[in-house]
């Protein structure tokens, strides 16, 4: 059963799923959005994204931020998806990161594009 995220019911009033595309797809949000440190039973689950913004903007820090979101989808995903590509880029105050994907058993390419940062 793929459990729906974030945690809710569905009409009947039981846990609500989700097919297997967007169970995926959340889990990627989850290994990126989930900072070290901030599961108990899992100290290290989670790719330490959130924090880059308050990192120095640099191109040394997209590199770094790729090689980790990268490692981090491998690590925790290994059994649900083939991390294709991660790409980070800085253009001044804005980092952008995006992950491509194909679930396991699957040729379909999923991509997500993540922006922090810049002006609102």
Known sequence: MNLNFPYQFDGRGRTSEADLND???????????????????????GSGLL??????????????????????LQKWLAG???VQDVTAAVDDATLTVTVAYS???SDVTQVQTYVYGGTS
């Open 80 to 82: 649900y998806v083939n």
């Open 23 to 45: 169970y995926v797809s959340q889990m990627v949000e989850l290994v990126l959005f989930t900072s070290p440190g901030e599961r108990v039973n899992l100290p290290d689950f």
């Open 51 to 72: 924090q880059l913004p308050f990192a120095p903007n640099s191109q040394e820090m997209a590199a770094a931020t790729q090689f980790a979101v990268k490692g981090a």
């Open 103 to 105: 679930v396991v058993g």
